[in-house]
């Protein structure tokens, strides 16, 4: 499977963007999704997950409230709604999928064999 990330920019602190990741090669409904994001000089860090159906989903203390995650399997495709954005919020952005069939929702980084290649988001204070 292929993961595609898209739809980071520039934007204003306040402002809004929304991510996308669209998958190629298989089918994505069997599987989790998660956002993770990457700042300059740290770690790779979680962000959000969503289940299989879209009816469970998981989010970093911190960004609860602010960010969304969501999923359209008939688009093979899951989005990441970020509003009132921070400029701490300023990183890299991927997108990984969780092999696992077991359905579970994993906030660590080595529980996502797939990756797409990232986007850049930047919030300008």
């Known amino acids: 499977v292929q993961l595609q990330a898209y739809g980071g920019g520039l934007v204003q602190a306040g402002g809004s963007l929304r991510l996308s990741c669209a998958a190629s090669?298989?089918?994505?409904?069997?599987?989790?999704l998660g956002w993770f994001r990457q700042a300059p000089g740290k770690e790779r860090e979680f962000v959000a997950a969503?289940?299989?159906?879209?009816?469970?989903?998981d989010y970093v203390d911190s960004l609860k409230g602010r960010f969304t995650i969501s999923r359209d399997n008939a688009k093979n495709t899951v989005y990441l709604q970020m509003n009132s954005l921070k400029p701490e919020d300023t990183a890299v952005y991927y997108c990984?999928?969780?092999?696992?069939?077991?359905?579970?929702?994993?906030?660590?980084?080595?529980?996502?064999?797939?990756w797409g290649q990232g986007t850049q988001v930047t919030v300008s204070s």
């Open positions: 990984a999928l969780d092999e696992g069939l077991g359905g579970a929702l994993y906030r660590l980084v080595r529980m996502y064999e797939h």
């Open positions: 090669g298989r089918t994505i409904s069997r599987y989790v």
């Open positions: 969503i289940s299989r159906s879209g009816g469970n989903s």
